[in-house]
């Protein structure tokens, strides 16, 4: 899995490919590589670590040509090696390969191949695939109908890209399930191939989408997309608004630290188009929803991984506590094997940056296969999750490069706030007064966060006495209790610091043993309904030594005498608190990473779209 570029046109494709899978480093990738169709056939450079090192090779040793193909990798089968980086070349060196995903039938693949005389040179279960082609090709097939046999053999969620010698005239791509997208950019007299858009946008916003099960045929003017049984599709470009100058850093050091402060813009574009502050009402018209559906709605699975599942927990209390429906919430790998008790009167409701998580694209189609209407929170235009749903939210925040994620997180707590208010609406159960007290609290939400920003100082101070810290436990309660799951994730995502979040109230069946002189308790206690239970659970903490990082609400004169240190956020609505808690705790962690001297973009062993289970 992770990034893939190609192209074909009148230009020189190596540096073209080279800018592209640098736009795609934010997804996290151990090697990288290129394949170039230059006069003397195809040509690959590939190389193990960061792209500088397979730029200087290509620096070493230049190949240019009109139609090429790259990749940046993340190892599943057989270790971060220069054999083991994509694109891989069948044997006779006529066909080459680059591929998301995972072949689950690649030993039986291989075995059949290794007893037809195929000599294998990595450890890849994406070899089997440029094997398999130029096996169907020496039967007389054309590189078409020999990639769509192959694709045909495949099991497990793959995409594929394609490119040979002997047909210099088209790239083949292909998408197999859900691992990961494939988008094709319409250039004048050329044509980008690529697995997520920002490696594209800088030749092209016209774009087209692959379904699942869907091949394109890719030539200088003109695609074609088919089925993999050969039945044609229609091709449907659309524009991306996306500029891609939006997914450069500009003046600060990291992309997380540009994020976390674009989510002042981020929350006001999620608002904007979609209130009525006079009217006092929501509108989410790619939601497709009115009132008699919303009142048919029995319950509500949230499903979602990682920080997007957090989010889904607040949700869970913003719906029940505004809309007054029951609301579950479960991590989409286990969703499908739970055999969820989901039915025609539930909605399954996806959140998702990317929109290509494997585990939630399945969680979503078994809600689909009980009968389930399906809505998703999305960040990536036209990705699956926004494209297979019923109704869908655009969470409007622009790409996200930094791999631990922040304003896709701010972003859909808001976006779950107006579905909250929005659903009570239509199902009548919100009195107008209140209705339009919850709206207009959304005016408030950017400049809280700003407010917050402005207090940045103040927070590395902090970063500095807990930079060397070796574990750290975050409690919070209520609707800021995933809050502090969020904060754990983000500190351990990029400082590799052991770090636990907890429900505040259980820290003494259990957690409460760990806590020393050495052990930090990070304290979300803003003015909310549980204030004063977690006063109590500061005061415990500090009877244990521990040093005590409290989140809590400016004027607040009994959380001080209790802590070592306060990171002050403005007053806020409770049920939109966690949208301005969590920023100090994004904070705090960037700047223990940044100080610990750590990739920050691109934490070690993780990748942005998850595409494989």
């Known amino acids: 899995m992770c990034g893939i570029v190609g192209y074909i046109g009148p230009r020189d494709a190596t540096p073209i490919i080279l800018n592209g899978l640098k736009r795609l480093e934010y997804r996290g990738y151990d090697s990288a590589g290129l394949a170039v169709l230059t006069a003397d056939g195809i040509q690959l450079r590939r190389e193990v670590g960061k792209l500088h090192r397979l730029q200087a090779l290509v620096n070493e040793a230049p190949l240019s040509g009109n139609l090429g193909i790259g990749h940046t990798r993340w190892a599943t089968h057989g270790e971060p090696s220069r054999r083991n980086a994509h694109p891989h070349l069948s044997e006779t060196g006529r066909v080459v390969v680059a591929h998301n995903g995972i072949v689950e039938n690649f030993l039986t693949l291989k075995e059949e191949l290794l007893a037809e005389g195929a000599a294998f040179r990595s450890d890849t279960d994406s070899e089997v695939i440029a094997h398999l082609i130029e096996r169907f090709l020496s039967r007389?097939?054309?590189?078409?109908?020999?990639?769509?046999?192959?694709?045909?053999?495949?099991?497990?969620?793959?995409?594929?890209?394609?490119?040979?010698?002997?047909?210099?005239?088209?790239?083949?791509?292909?998408?197999?399930?859900?691992?990961?997208?494939?988008?094709?950019?319409?250039?004048?007299?050329?044509?980008?191939?690529?697995?997520?858009?920002?490696?594209?946008?800088?030749?092209?916003?016209?774009?087209?989408?692959?379904?699942p099960r869907q091949m394109a045929i890719v030539q200088r003017d003109a695609v074609r997309i088919t089925t993999l049984e050969g039945d044609a599709v229609p091709v449907q470009p659309t524009i991306v608004p996306w500029d891609p100058v939006a997914a450069e850093k500009g003046a600060y050091r990291h992309f997380m630290h540009k994020e976390i402060h674009e989510q002042v813009r981020g929350l006001t574009d999620t608002i904007a188009g979609r209130v009525d502050f006079e009217a006092g009402r929501i509108y989410f018209d790619t939601l497709r929803l009115d009132a008699a559906q919303a009142r048919r709605i029995r319950k509500i699975f949230i499903t979602a991984c990682g920080t997007a599942y957090h989010a889904g927990l607040v949700g869970k209390t913003l719906l029940e506590r505004i809309a007054r429906v029951p609301v579950e919430v479960m991590v989409a790998s286990e969703f499908r094997y739970a055999d969820p008790l989901v039915g025609p009167d539930d909605v399954v409701l996806a959140i998702s940056q990317s929109g290509e998580t494997a585990d939630t694209l399945a969680a979503m189609e078994e809600g689909r296969r009980k009968g389930a209407t399906l809505w998703s929170i999305v960040n990536a235009i036209g990705s699956q999750a926004m494209r297979i749903a019923d109704g869908y939210i655009s969470m409007q925040v622009g790409p996200e490069i930094g791999v631990a994620s922040t304003k896709a997180y701010t972003a859909p707590l808001v976006d779950l706030y107006m579905l909250a208010v929005l659903l009570a609406d239509l199902r009548g159960v919100l009195p107008a007064a209140e209705r339009r007290r919850l709206v207009a609290d959304l005016r408030l939400v950017p400049d809280l966060v700003g407010q917050v920003l402005a207090r940045e100082e103040e927070i590395i101070v902090v970063a500095r006495h807990l930079k060397d810290i070796r574990s750290c436990l975050y409690i919070g309660r209520g609707i800021n209790m995933p809050t502090a799951y969020e904060g754990a994730l983000k500190l351990k995502e990029i400082s590799y610091i052991h770090a636990e979040g907890y429900p505040a109230g259980e820290m003494k069946h259990g957690p409460i043993a760990l806590l020393d002189e050495e052990t930090p308790v990070i304290a979300l206690a803003p003015r909310d309904p549980w204030y004063d239970k977690m006063v109590s659970q500061i005061e415990q903490a500090k009877a244990r030594n521990a040093p005590v990082i409290a989140v809590a609400t400016d004027g607040d004169t009994l959380i001080p005498p209790v802590a070592d240190a306060v990171l002050w956020v403005p007053p806020t609505p409770w049920l939109l608190s966690p949208v301005v808690t969590v920023v100090p705790l994004q904070l705090l962690a960037y700047h223990i990473a940044a100080l610990r001297g750590l990739d920050v973009d691109q934490p070690r062993n993780l990748a942005k779209s998850v595409t494989v289970e």
């Open 140 to 211: 007389e097939a054309g590189l078409v109908e020999a990639v769509r046999q192959t694709l045909q053999l495949l099991e497990g969620s793959n995409a594929v890209v394609v490119i040979s010698a002997l047909e210099p005239d088209k790239i083949i791509a292909a998408r197999l399930g859900n691992a990961g997208g494939i988008a094709i950019g319409f250039g004048e007299g050329e044509m980008l191939v690529a697995s997520d858009l920002p490696a594209i946008l800088e030749h092209t916003r016209r774009v087209a989408f692959l379904e």
